[in-house]
């Protein structure tokens, strides 16, 4: 137990060298490289390499929000959309683009920004070729290929 207050890493992994305090960490940890999945999910077909993934995963289906805003009545599912949620209140936007300085509260929002100065198009529509900025915007595309009746 005191290895984890040292720091000491007795176990060490051989495919990259990372060091671990105790053998389950390792044990777990090497399972990032097999790519073995045991644990499976009774819901659909999905399958995780660590236990409590799987348990965190299982909210999706039973619905369970166990992290609730302190400012305003709405809930979440992880800790992680509590903390972007929080954003909303307090008003940070931790991800700045390096060319305008703009900022944003998601990386996700950021890198969809910085696609306006690289002009990067990564989604394309199979039907007609067209490219675009942001999934949304050809998933709206797609919808006019099939009201318009032509197949997909």
């Given at each position: 137990h005191m290895r984890i207050h040292t720091g000491e890493n007795l176990y060490?992994?051989?495919q990259c060298n990372k060091?671990?305090?105790q053998?389950?960490?390792l044990l777990s940890h090497q399972l990032t490289h097999t790519g073995e999945k045991p644990y499976h999910c009774s819901q659909c077909d999905k399958a995780f390499s660590h236990s409590n993934t799987l348990n965190v995963h299982m909210r999706t289906h039973n619905g369970v929000k166990p992290y609730q805003c302190s400012r305003c009545e709405k809930v979440f599912t992880y800790?992680?959309?509590l903390?972007?949620?929080?954003?909303?209140?307090t008003g940070e936007k931790p991800y700045q683009c390096s060319q305008c300085n703009k900022s944003f509260t998601e990386k996700s929002y950021l890198i969809s920004h910085q696609r306006t100065h690289t002009g990067e198009k990564p989604y394309h529509?199979?039907?007609?070729g067209k490219a675009f900025t942001k999934s949304k915007?050809?998933?709206t595309h797609m919808r006019r290929h099939?009201?318009?009746g032509e197949p997909i």
């Open positions: 060490q992994c051989n060091g671990f305090t053998k389950h960490h800790s992680s959309s903390k972007t949620h929080m954003r909303t209140h529509c199979n039907k007609c915007n050809l998933y099939i009201h318009s």
